[in-house]
């Protein structure tokens, strides 16, 4: 801003008459002052509506001890002292854990003996399963084999009584031809 | 009165009942024709002859004529035994092939036998039947097609003698 006017007495209103009729009168006509001016006054006005705190009477220096950290706070930014507080803490549950907790009675011959019989009845059930599929197949081929033999065996017996029959009527010509030759 | 009726009805019926009895074919002009048979059947293929199965048979019968029957296998193959169990579809096929060719040769010879058996059977009445049937034999692995079980042919002895030849006689002829 080059206009020399003092803007912000006018604002907090500490200029005398006469100056303010003159802030008045440049403001109507320069632009920048009447922006600056209108920025002032919304300043004013954000200030005026914040609400007036009191200012602490008592006056204290760094080297209080009123600023010193806290213990807790000394140690929370210590990583030493984090890192030891950890591991004292670990070492103190496995400690309690050992104590307090103690490990469930197990069985092991009862266990054992439970996991034997389970693991028998399961391989006893897969046996049978393996057997009756065993014998269901079995049985399947034995008909067939049975049936197949069955039909060869009648077809050898047709056979064979039909070769019977050839050769009896071979023979009963021959027969026939042997004593019609003797006869004469 | 009614015994002499009876009487002459008993003198009337003597001569035919003796006449009746005696057949027009005896049994031994059958049995000639029977060996005949045999062996025209037989030396149908000198080189590789047909087997005739069992004895040619034949009957005359009074006022239908002479008949004769007979069975051959056209083509003898391989039999099946322990050493030869199975047969080959080759050899299938040859016996049938064999079979086939021979149908036309085992008919003309049919045709041949009835002409010989009219002229030989003197004593047939013309106007009855001269017949032949011819059995062939198959074994049961035997391809069949096209093949009969059994030819019969028959024509009255008249036609028989009529004709010149055999192929040109009219002969009735059957296949099964």
């Known amino acids: 801003m080059s206009c020399e006017l003092d803007l912000t007495g006018y604002v907090v209103d500490e200029l005398a008459k006469r100056e303010r009729g003159v802030v008045e009168d440049h403001v109507r006509g320069c632009q920048s002052c009447r922006e600056e001016l209108d920025r002032l006054n919304l300043t004013r006005s954000a200030l005026a509506s914040l609400e007036d705190e009191e200012i602490p009477r008592r006056i204290a220096f760094v080297s209080d001890r009123v600023f010193e950290p806290r213990w807790w706070q000394t140690m929370w930014h210590s990583g030493p002292v984090m890192g030891f507080a950890s591991a004292a803490l670990l070492a103190a549950a496995i400690l309690a854990h050992a104590f307090v907790v103690h490990p469930m009675a197990v069985d092991t011959a009862q266990v054992e003996k439970r996991i034997e019989s389970q693991l ?30 069955e039909t060869q065996r009648q077809a050898d017996l047709a056979n064979f009584l039909q070769a019977d029959e050839y050769r009896q009527k071979q023979m009963a010509r021959l027969e026939v031809a042997s004593n019609e030759a003797s006869g004469q | 009165m009614r015994i002499a009726v009876v009487a002459l ?96 040769g085992i008919r003309s010879a049919m045709r041949a036998m009835l002409v010989d058996s009219a002229r030989s059977l003197d004593s047939l009445p013309a106007d009855e039947q001269v017949a032949v049937g011819l059995s062939l034999f198959y074994w049961k692995w035997e391809n ?16 028989l003698l009529q004709s010149a030849g055999a192929e040109q006689a009219s002969i009735a002829s059957e296949e099964f």
């Open chain 2, 9 to 104: 009805l008993l003198f009337c019926t003597l001569p035919g009942g003796s006449m009746a009895d005696s057949p027009k074919v005896n049994r031994a002009m059958i049995e000639g024709m029977q060996h005949s048979l045999d062996n025209k059947l037989s030396n149908l293929w000198p080189q590789d002859p047909a087997e005739v199965l069992g004895v040619s048979q034949g009957t005359y019968i009074q006022g239908y004529g002479a008949i004769f029957l007979g069975e051959v296998n056209l083509a003898p193959a391989t039999r099946l035994s322990p050493f030869h169990p199975t047969v080959s579809a080759d050899e299938v096929r040859r016996t049938h092939d064999k079979k086939m060719q021979r149908m036309a």
């Open chain 2, 144 to 159: 069949r097609d096209g093949l009969p079980s059994q030819i019969v042919m028959h024509a009255p002895r008249k036609v």
């Open chain 1, 120 to 149: 028998n009845a399961r391989v006893q059930a897969a046996v049978n399963e393996a057997q009756a599929r065993q014998s269901a197949e079995f049985a399947k081929v034995l008909d067939a084999t049975e049936h197949r033999f």
